[in-house]
């Protein structure tokens, strides 16, 4: 039962992936360079992004219940509860879009809970199977996941100080550019990749 949702937790996976590759081909007035993922909410494909954050929250939980019995330590189980919040951001951000004030909570859970589940369930698993085979790049990959988050805080204080800089002004309503907006000349905008 437990590998079955293992396999059902990759299913999950890669239909996010494909849905995430479907909405910049369906939506290309985003310029995936500087536009984050939740914007594609503002476009004529937002259920196709409500889809993809509801199969991710699946495959966050299908992972916990699967990897449950494997994760025996203390930080194992901590880190499974915290996988299990962040599928629960994910799926916040499928009811909640990004001009809804709970998508910030959403991408509190979801972005943040996920590298530290990833830290603690990897080092959990690699302690309690320590003949497992992949374990090196099993820690390679959860390490993936907060050098990507380091990384997308990192490109968002970027894009924020060029922009400013170019000459560019924040709307005031505090609500996300309109779609199509070019940016200034000047600006760093590698955010959305």
């Given at each position: 039962?437990?590998?079955?949702?293992?396999?059902?937790?990759?299913?999950?996976?890669?239909?996010?992936?494909?849905?995430?590759?479907?909405?910049?081909?369906?939506?290309?007035?985003?310029?995936?360079?500087?536009?984050?993922?939740?914007?594609?909410?503002?476009?004529?494909?937002?259920?196709?992004?409500?889809?993809?954050?509801?199969?991710?929250?699946?495959?966050?939980?299908?992972?916990?219940?699967?990897?449950?019995?494997?994760?025996?330590?203390?930080?194992?189980?901590?880190?499974?509860?915290?996988?299990?919040?962040?599928?629960?951001?994910?799926?916040?951000?499928?009811?909640?879009?990004?001009?809804q004030p709970l998508?910030?909570?959403?991408?509190?859970?979801?972005?943040?809970?996920?590298?530290?589940?990833?830290?603690?369930?990897?080092?959990?698993?690699?302690?309690?199977?320590?003949?497992?085979?992949?374990?090196?790049?099993?820690?390679?990959?959860?390490?993936?996941?907060?050098?990507?988050?380091?990384?997308?805080?990192?490109?968002?204080?970027?894009?924020?100080?060029t922009y400013v800089?170019?000459?560019?002004?924040?709307?005031?309503?505090?609500?996300?550019?309109?779609?199509?907006?070019?940016?200034?000349?000047?600006?760093?905008?590698?955010?959305?990749?």
């Amino acid at each position: 039962m437990r590998q079955a949702f293992g396999i059902a937790a990759i299913g999950f996976s890669i239909a996010v992936l494909g849905l995430l590759a479907a909405l910049h081909v369906l939506s290309p007035e985003f310029d995936p360079s500087w536009r984050v993922v939740s914007e594609y909410a503002n476009g004529h494909y937002g259920w196709v992004l409500t889809m993809m954050f509801t199969f991710w929250a699946l495959s966050s939980w299908a992972l916990v219940y699967a990897v449950w019995p494997y994760a025996a330590t203390r930080f194992g189980r901590l880190g499974l509860w915290v996988l299990l919040l962040a599928g629960c951001g994910q799926a916040l951000a499928a009811a909640f879009d990004v001009n809804q004030p709970l998508h910030g909570l959403a991408d509190l859970l979801g972005a943040f809970g996920l590298p530290v589940a990833a830290m603690l369930v990897s080092v959990s698993l690699l302690h309690g199977q320590p003949s497992l085979r992949a374990g090196k790049t099993l820690l390679r990959f959860a390490n993936l996941t907060w050098l990507t988050t380091v990384a997308t805080i990192a490109g968002v204080v970027l894009l924020f100080f060029t922009y400013v800089h170019a000459g560019g002004h924040l709307p005031s309503d505090g609500k996300p550019l309109l779609v199509g907006t070019v940016l200034p000349a000047g600006v760093v905008a590698i955010v959305g990749y």
